[in-house]
């Protein structure tokens, strides 16, 4: 991913709270030739056996995640397999007329975190207690985060059934860029406006946006609150 310098992430923070607050991502690989890059929506969490703390780039850390093994994409995904996970956080778009100034063009303000990272498929065994595992370590991770600490207990026999169909993996992270297009490349009262017109929108990304953009350091601070 191309990142001009003012987007780069302000601290490696950014980029963990995009994966954790935005877990659908996008895997994109490739496949058989005729068919191009194969490309699936699924849910990734942190493998929570993970104890290192997250590097600047993300190297070294390990996720998990599945998607149904009926998917064409699980069938040409191979153990080693190289991948690519795109996490998409909060964005909107910019009106010219939140500038106030005379020559201005409309552009598109995001934040994106792509990961790079080798597949390592969970092959199963009889029980298929390891891909089990993974499917209660996601309950556990939303739940959390975004649930009601649902009690997963009287749901186990339901999950064993349907396991077969869960094709599981882990992701050896090699490395990954996150975009924080906020603009930075404004002058400060052009960019106090922006937020102030993204706070005050109905839509919870815009006001998540502006959250982040109050959250930025001033001009040439290279850390983040």
Avoid at 82 to 108: D, E, I, M, N, R
Avoid at 173 to 188: H, I, N, R, T
Wanted: aromatic fraction near 8%.
């Amino acid at each position: 991913m191309f990142v001009p310098a003012p987007y780069r992430q302000p601290a490696t923070s950014w980029m963990v709270d995009i994966l954790r607050g935005n877990p659908l991502a996008l895997m994109v690989s490739n496949g058989p030739e005729a068919a191009g890059p194969y490309a699936t929506h699924l849910p990734v969490i942190q493998d929570p056996t993970m104890t290192e703390e997250w590097s600047a780039d993300l190297s070294g850390a390990k996720l998990l995640g599945h998607m149904n093994r009926a998917n064409p994409h699980w069938k040409a995904l191979a153990d080693g397999t190289q991948v690519l996970l795109t996490f998409t956080g909060p964005h909107a778009y910019v009106s010219p007329t939140v500038y106030q100034k005379p020559f201005a063009a409309p552009t598109w303000d995001f934040t994106s975190v792509h990961v790079h990272g080798v597949l390592r498929k969970i092959e199963q065994d009889r029980a298929g207690e390891e891909t089990l595992e993974l499917v209660r370590s996601t309950v556990r991770a939303f739940e959390a985060d975004f649930g009601d600490d649902w009690d997963m207990a009287d749901s186990i026999d339901y999950f064993r059934k349907i396991l077969p169909a869960v094709g599981a993996f882990r992701i050896d992270v090699s490395g990954a860029e996150g975009m924080f297009k906020l603009s930075q490349e404004q002058d400060p009262d052009v960019r106090e406006r922006v937020r102030e017109s993204f706070g005050q929108q109905e839509s919870s990304r815009h006001r998540e946006a502006a959250r982040l953009m109050s959250r930025l350091p001033p001009p040439g601070c290279p850390h983040a609150a």
